[in-house]
């Protein structure tokens, strides 16, 4: 939080006595790093903003609705499997930079089975523009692994077996949950994160926080598609950089101060 810092006023009374002393101290910068008014600006920026109504939240989603009934994820995939995979590939990279390189690898390894049977070099040669590449084929054919050991093959439906995959967190269960098993679980990834704190939404320091908030707010009967209205709306219309506020649909109800309508 701001530290609001008060600047001393010089006293009256003893300006007589030691002018020069008083007026040195008067004079005197603050310390590097510390001045009043940012101070100040920073104290008004991290004010809250009212609450979303329950009516406004179910506005905004039914506007969402309207727009884009049936929405889709981006990443490219052809069964519960490969969708695991390409969302363990996404960490720190585009969903086009995926879908690039998984076209032809999951065309021959669409099951883990097949994964291991073309390795950790082959794999690794597939991927290898995707970002942290090296580490990311060793997760691919570890998680293949444990997959037929533990779970028959198959993707697991808990988050926690989800989450006990090498190269899966708490946001790789989410989506997998939601998208192959329909689950009304929230992932939130950069785009969630921005949209749910600038609209006000469900303001939060961590993901985790953005995604119990976005939990508690959103009606059940918009929660099976809310991750990818919230995903498209952050990565199509409120941009990280010149958010699109004109054509926006919810530009109403947003609370961001600096929405630009
Ligand atoms: S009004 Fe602007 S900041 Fe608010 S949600 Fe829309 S695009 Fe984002």
Same mark, same amino acid.
């Given at each position: 939080? $701001?530290?609001?810092?008060?600047?001393? +006023?010089?006293?009256?009374? =003893?300006?007589? =006595?030691?002018?020069?002393?008083?007026?040195?101290?008067?004079?005197?910068?603050?310390?590097?790093? *510390?001045? %009043?008014?940012?101070?100040?600006?920073? &104290? %008004?920026?991290?004010?809250?903003? %009212?609450?979303?109504t329950?009516?406004?939240?179910?506005?905004?989603?039914?506007?969402?609705r309207?727009? @884009?009934?049936?929405?889709?994820?981006?990443?490219?995939?052809? @069964?519960?499997?490969?969708?695991?995979? $390409?969302?363990?590939?996404?960490?720190?990279?585009?969903?086009?930079?995926?879908?690039? &390189?998984?076209?032809?690898?999951? &065309?021959?390894?669409?099951?883990?089975?097949?994964?291991?049977?073309?390795?950790?070099?082959?794999? +690794?040669d597939?991927?290898?523009?995707?970002?942290?590449?090296?580490?990311?084929?060793? @997760? /691919?054919?570890?998680? =293949?692994?444990?997959?037929?050991a533990?779970?028959? =093959?198959?993707?697991?439906?808990? #988050? $926690?077996?989800?989450?006990?995959?090498?190269? &899966?967190? #708490?946001?790789?269960? @989410?989506?997998?949950?939601?998208? $192959?098993?329909?689950?009304?679980?929230?992932?939130?990834?950069?785009?969630?994160?921005?949209v749910?704190? +600038?609209?006000?939404?469900?303001?939060?320091?961590?993901?985790?926080? *953005?995604?119990?908030?976005?939990?508690?707010?959103?009606?059940a009967?918009f929660?099976?598609?809310a991750?990818?209205?919230?995903?498209?709306?952050?990565?199509?219309? !409120?941009?990280? #950089?010149?958010p699109?506020?004109? /054509? !926006?649909?919810?530009?109403?109800?947003c609370?961001?101060?600096? %929405?630009?309508?």
């Amino acid at each position: 939080m $701001a530290k609001i810092i008060r600047s001393q +006023r010089a006293g009256t009374s =003893s300006v007589r =006595s030691a002018p020069k002393k008083k007026a040195a101290k008067a004079a005197k910068p603050l310390p590097k790093g *510390v001045a %009043k008014k940012p101070a100040t600006k920073a &104290a %008004k920026k991290v004010a809250k903003p %009212k609450p979303w109504t329950a009516a406004e939240v179910f506005e905004a989603f039914d506007r969402f609705r309207k727009a @884009n009934p049936e929405p889709k994820g981006e990443l490219e995939h052809l @069964n519960p499997y490969t969708l695991l995979v $390409a969302v363990v590939l996404s960490a720190q990279a585009t969903d086009a930079g995926v879908n690039k &390189a998984t076209r032809a690898l999951f &065309a021959i390894a669409d099951t883990p089975e097949k994964m291991l049977e073309l390795g950790e070099d082959r794999v +690794r040669d597939y991927i290898k523009t995707i970002g942290l590449y090296r580490n990311k084929a060793k @997760n /691919v054919i570890a998680l =293949s692994e444990k997959l037929i050991a533990d779970f028959g =093959s198959e993707v697991p439906r808990t #988050r $926690a077996e989800i989450e006990s995959l090498p190269g &899966a967190g #708490r946001k790789t269960a @989410n989506v997998v949950l939601n998208m $192959a098993f329909g689950e009304h679980t929230m992932a939130v990834d950069t785009h969630v994160f921005r949209v749910g704190n +600038r609209t006000g939404l469900a303001p939060g320091k961590t993901p985790l926080e *953005v995604e119990l908030g976005l939990e508690k707010v959103i009606p059940a009967e918009f929660m099976l598609h809310a991750h990818h209205w919230l995903i498209l709306h952050g990565r199509y219309t !409120c941009l990280a #950089r010149g958010p699109r506020c004109d /054509v !926006c649909l919810i530009n109403d109800l947003c609370r961001w101060p600096e %929405k630009t309508v």
